[in-house]
């Protein structure tokens, strides 16, 4: 009688089947074969002794180990075959690599045992024990040593334990699996059995590799010889060296605000000294809620200057989200908008200086004389803070001092010949790391700021326009701000003389359709993907997309820039198998110091470099997922935490349901992205009925915009597989807001047709609501550009972000029509 309890438990928290790093296709059954003598079986029987397990088990027990290298997990689940047993038995193998060899037989050993004394459910019941989809079979690899022929799964490893060599034959389905792979599998598994024969019990399975030496030293070393010398320096010298050099060149512009070299450093040293004058130096804050104008380059240039360290607060973050990040800080000045000051004194006591005096001026271009010197900060100092998204509900302050800064803005200058005839425009907000090189790093070469205004920002034919009117030689953006621009493209026409030479992306995925796009757009620049994390100054890795392969499913992450070091590691911090799935760390001189306020977050996530022979040498445990190609190059799989980007933004889903659980009415929540959308999930307390658009409102008030839940579900309960996880496949889907109201007038069917389309819903109705149907800021230039085409008609993008449903914006873009014809 099957005992489903057992296999239950077995296999609970089992995520997905094992499948090896470099599988393809579908292909069930085995269809060819290796094979190969391997270790001595006196050699084998020595070894398992202490554990009194046969030889048979010792290469259970390697291939546990081969599987879960190949695989990029510490949970894996094959089959089992011995002789005179009919079918092959689920063995669960959960990797502790700090485990003495010994203790591991012993334990596999009694697993192995216990499963072959239960009876054996059905495959279907096998994988809903493990709470896995249905149709989904648990395993498809197998090894036995068995009497029987014939294969009957993908991969089959069969033992001939005749004396005197153990005797290794692996079948394998050749759509599914190489055959390079497949003799890799073999000599793996062959070297593992070996360094089981000559090592002692008491070894941890750390020690044991899949890994040649020959293959450790070119991931480790080969693949980061990155090193190159840098001359200590501080970020704002940098500008100050170019300052010196060409006093009367155009530095920032903004319309018709100009500054030179010369009179960006005079402002910036004027702020300096005030800023002195309030106790500001090094090691203290400045907390900066600017509206991006020539002023802010003058703030943030001068902030460094008196070295202290710049911290950015957007000015459209809730007042009581700003209020908590100022409190964190202990800013002794914040620095802001004139029109601001009112809103800024509301956030806390502390010496408010300003920006944008009607005469052009600055709130602190008074008179300074016998202000004090600013103290000068070394390139160890702290330059700056960034906030990103938290796990508990509170964000994280990533702290960055000047060296390593400094050595990417110098790795980028040299690498793609940035110079005094480059100008970027500006468009990210002070709280990306993007604005730390577009401000410093192209100051820095002797290039102009061309600093966007919001207006511009929000409208990308405005972008467009700028980009081929003005000479602006450099675009540095997440993907999703340039793919604004995309559909504009076909309707202007390619310039195959444009300016334009060279494309940063960075902070989400690359569509693989991009590059191409825009070097037909803007006359064939080049084009680089760039990754890293807000805690590794930047940009830390690089892939020039001189090229795209047909086959690609994502832009290569690439490889690491000067001074910086990748490694894809397995759960025991040993490099990941190339081809394998693994979890991305960063090292070397490109990471932060680590979080403000935060010792055990940092201890966390900055870990002892087992790699490094310098003392102290740190690395940063990114949570992202990757793997290497065979020439070393890093391609990013995603996140292995609840940590997401959406539309450029990182969020952690951790942060968002914390919010959602403080909400009154709200027992527990869930948040999940599905689509283009993010969706809160909550489950009512006992009594109460919390009402989704009041959570949402008063969510607005405390969160970014970016991380409020388009729609929020209230349940009764959320739904758990059998092994009690949550399972995220049975969430519902989010109903249909409002009712549907057909469109009646010709103006709105058409408009709602383009809705349906864009947004990738079946129908819209008059009623429904553009971002509650899963609208965001790309969306909206997509739709604008099938607006233009179908109904030969200009309308703004606010004209989406005032008038949300189709009726109201149907309504705008027929008074346009209107006006147009005369009426």
Request: overall charge negative.
């Given at each position: ?113 216990a499963g072959l004394a239960e009876d ?359 993907p999703a701000a340039l793919q604004q ?117 940092t201890a966390e996530k900055f870990v ?216």
């Amino acid at each position: 009688m099957v005992n489903r309890e057992f296999w239950t438990d077995r296999l609970a928290g089992f995520a997905e089947p094992t499948r090896l790093g470099g599988e393809r296709g579908t292909d069930a059954l085995a269809g060819a074969v290796v094979e190969r003598e391997s270790a001595p079986l006196a050699g084998l029987k020595q070894a398992g002794a202490p554990a009194g397990v046969p030889p048979e088990h010792v290469v259970v027990a390697a291939w546990s180990l081969v599987l879960a290298a190949h695989s990029g997990t510490d949970d894996v689940v094959f089959g089992v075959r011995p002789a005179g047993v009919d079918q092959p038995s689920p063995l669960r193998v959960r990797l502790r690599y700090d485990l003495p060899l010994t203790a591991f037989f012993a334990g596999l050993r009694a697993q192995l045992e216990a499963g072959l004394a239960e009876d054996l459910p059905s495959e279907a019941e096998l994988a809903e024990c493990a709470g896995l989809a249905e149709g989904t079979a648990l395993f498809d690899k197998v090894v036995r040593w068995d009497h029987g022929t014939g294969t009957e799964h993908a991969l089959e490893l069969r033992l001939d334990l005749a004396e005197p060599n153990l005797h290794l034959r692996l079948s394998y389905a050749p759509g599914r699996i190489r055959e390079a792979d497949a003799r890799r599998l073999l000599d793996d598994l062959d070297r593992l059995l070996a360094d089981m024969v000559i090592r002692t019990g008491a070894s941890p399975l750390h020690e044991f590799t899949v890994l040649s030496p020959a293959e450790l030293h070119r991931i480790t070393r080969e693949w980061n010889d990155t090193a190159v010398a840098r001359t200590p320096a501080c970020i704002h010298e940098l500008v100050e060296r170019q300052a010196a050099a060409t006093p009367d060149a155009l530095a920032v512009i903004q319309g018709e605000d100009r500054l030179t070299y010369a009179e960006l450093d005079a402002a910036a040293g004027k702020l300096a000294r005030r800023l002195a004058a309030a106790g500001a130096g090094p090691g203290d804050f400045v907390a900066l809620r600017l509206r991006r104008s020539v002023h802010t380059v003058v703030a943030l240039l001068g902030v460094l200057k008196s070295g202290a360290a710049y911290a950015p607060i957007e000015p459209s973050l809730p007042p009581e989200r700003a209020r908590a990040l100022l409190a964190t800080l202990g800013a002794p000045v914040l620095i802001t908008d004139r029109d601001q000051v009112p809103a800024a004194r509301e956030l806390g006591e502390r010496e408010i200086l300003w920006v944008g005096e009607p005469d052009g001026s600055d709130g602190w271009a008074l008179d300074d004389r016998g202000a004090p010197e600013p103290r000068r900060a070394r390139p160890d100092d702290l330059a700056y803070v960034i906030f990103t998204s938290g796990s508990t509900g509170t964000p994280k302050g990533v702290l960055l001092s000047h060296a390593p800064v400094v050595n990417l803005i110098e790795w980028v200058n040299t690498t793609f010949g940035m110079g005094p005839a480059d100008r970027v425009l500006f468009l990210t907000s002070l709280g990306f790391d993007l604005s730390v090189y577009d401000v410093f790093g192209v100051l820095a070469a002797g290039g102009s700021v061309r600093v966007a205004t919001d207006d511009e920002i929000r409208d990308p034919r405005r972008l467009l326009s700028i980009l081929d009117s003005e000479p602006i030689t450099f675009w540095d953006s997440a993907p999703a701000a340039l793919q604004q621009l995309e559909p504009f493209f076909t309707l202007r026409g390619a310039r195959p003389d444009h300016p334009l030479r060279l494309v940063f992306l960075s902070g989400d995925w690359v569509p693989v359709t991009l590059p191409d796009s825009v070097r037909a757009a803007f006359g064939e620049p080049r084009v680089v993907a760039l990754g890293g994390a807000t805690e590794a100054a930047i940009w830390s890795n690089f892939f020039p997309v001189d090229r795209v392969d047909p086959g690609w499913a994502s832009i290569p992450y690439g490889r690491p820039i000067d001074n910086a070091r990748y490694y894809v590691l397995d759960g025991g911090l040993r490099p990941a198998v190339p081809g394998a799935p693994g979890d991305l760390y960063i090292g070397g001189d490109c990471l932060a110091l680590g979080y403000h306020g935060d010792p055990e977050k940092t201890a966390e996530k900055f870990v002892p470099d087992p790699f490094s022979d310098r003392l102290g040498a740190r690395l940063y445990r990114t949570g992202d997922r990757a793997k290497y190609w065979p020439d070393g190059t890093i391609e990013f799989l995603g996140r292995q935490d609840d940590q997401v980007k959406l539309r450029g933004f990182r969020i952690e889903l951790g942060e968002v349901e914390a919010a959602l659980t403080a909400e009154p009415g709200v027992a527990s929540a869930v948040a999940v992205v599905r689509g283009a959308q993010l969706v809160g999930y909550v489950v009512r307390a006992p009594g109460d009925d919390p009402d989704p658009a009041e959570i949402r409102d008063r969510l607005a008030r405390r969160l970014p915009a970016y991380m409020v839940p388009s729609q929020v579900v209230v349940l009764d309960e959320l739904p758990v597989t059998a092994n009690g996880k949550l399972d995220r496949r049975a969430l519902p889907a989010p109903k249909e807001p409002v009712p549907y109201v057909e469109p009646g007038t010709p103006v709105e069917k058409a408009i709602a047709e383009l809705w349906a389309d864009v947004l990738g819903v079946e129908r819209v109705g008059v009623v429904d609501n553009f971002f509650d149907l899963g609208g965001h800021s790309l969306l909206i230039t997509q739709l604008m550009a099938r607006v233009k085409a179908v109904l030969e008609v200009d309308v703004p993008m606010t004209a989406v972000l005032d008038n949300q449903t189709l009726g109201e914006f149907s309504a705008v873009v027929e008074a346009v029509l209107l006006e147009e014809l005369g009426a």
